[in-house]
């Protein structure tokens, strides 16, 4: 008896995203669970956040659920190939931690007006940078107030280390309709500077040493993964690339210090994990600590 209004309901909301007209409001971002896609919420009808899709199997469960489109806020290339073998457009629209731009913004907005919905809006682990897009998009197009939107950052577990963030949404105001016509192609892959390239590799080193951590430090029995000491080197040489790059050595005095301690903090872990087994789990989780508090002060002077 209910299957008619639902579907009376779609062909509005549908309609509505053609016309570039405010969807009718939604009960608020909706957890979805899912197992090979991570940090799924449904905004509104037409619109989707979360986590970096892994692989075949994250993406054939994005479109099990409807999605047709795949935007990307993050620094990392998209696998557009595997996109398309499920049938999904994707859009490359990179930001960084400290807000929007106005170009940026009007991209995004542009995307939820003219591409096929629903959307999926996505960083890398789907909390900071990618909720921030969904609630500037949901206030241009799906009648959020700002107050709103602020509560889905929270909700997503944007963190309050991102002032920037947190800052374009509370001040946000819906660009017009001369700058969204003229944000040009919405490209699948766009141009990302070597130093964002970087971060992005390291964040993924940094990631499954958390995994590591996680199993106590201990491998996977028949695992093909990189062992614990290549992990920990991957991330050393990363960093150590990235304080070389010319962009780097720019920057400064207060931030390449901070590179430098973080540099050498990874390259302890790095000496602990080439010690024989077993290794001691309490020092490894002190390294770790110890490298996490580098990073994310420099992040909070410097990135944020």
């Known amino acids: 008896m209910r299957v008619l209004p639902v579907i009376a309901f779609l062909i509005v909301a549908s309609g509505l995203a053609r016309s570039g007209e405010s969807a009718p409001t939604s009960p608020g971002p909706i957890p ?51 996109a398309h073998r499920h049938g999904l457009r994707y859009v490359h629209v990179p930001i960084g931690y400290d807000g929007i731009p106005a170009q940026r913004t009007a991209q995004l907005v542009k995307a939820l007006l003219e591409l096929p919905t629903p959307l999926y809006v996505h960083c890398h682990h789907g909390q900071h940078r990618g909720p921030a897009a969904v609630a500037v ?9 700002p107050d709103q939107a602020v509560d889905w950052m929270r909700q997503a577990g944007t963190s309050t280390n991102y002032p920037g963030l947190y800052g374009v949404v509370r001040q946000f105001r819906c ?12 490209p699948e892959t766009a141009a990302v500077p070597a130093r964002v390239t970087a971060m992005v590799d390291i964040d993924a080193h940094w990631g499954r040493l958390k995994v590591w951590q996680w199993r106590s430090w201990k491998p996977v029995p028949g695992d093909a993964a990189p062992t614990l000491h290549q992990e920990a080197l991957h991330l050393w040489e990363s960093l ?13 005095e207060g931030y390449l210090r901070c ?28 390294l770790v600590r110890r490298l996490g508090e580098s990073c994310t002060a420099c992040h909070r002077v410097h990135r944020d």
């Open 32 to 82: 979805i669970e899912t197992r090979q896609a991570h940090a799924v919420f449904r905004i509104t009808p037409r619109l989707y956040s979360g986590a970096l899709p892994g692989g075949d199997a994250a993406f054939a469960e994005l479109a099990s659920l409807g999605i047709r489109t795949l935007v990307s806020v993050d620094g990392a290339r998209p696998d557009v190939v595997a």
């Open 259 to 286: 590179h430098t301690l973080s540099e050498e903090r990874a390259k302890a872990l790095l000496d602990e994990t080439a010690k024989p087994e077993p290794l001691s789990v309490q020092r490894l989780d002190g």
């Open 240 to 252: 150590r690339e990235l304080g070389r790059q010319e962009a780097t050595q720019r920057l400064s």
């Open 137 to 145: 998009m949901a206030m241009a197009r799906e009648g959020w107030s």
């Open 175 to 186: 660009p017009d309709p001369q700058p969204i016509e003229a944000a040009g192609e919405l």
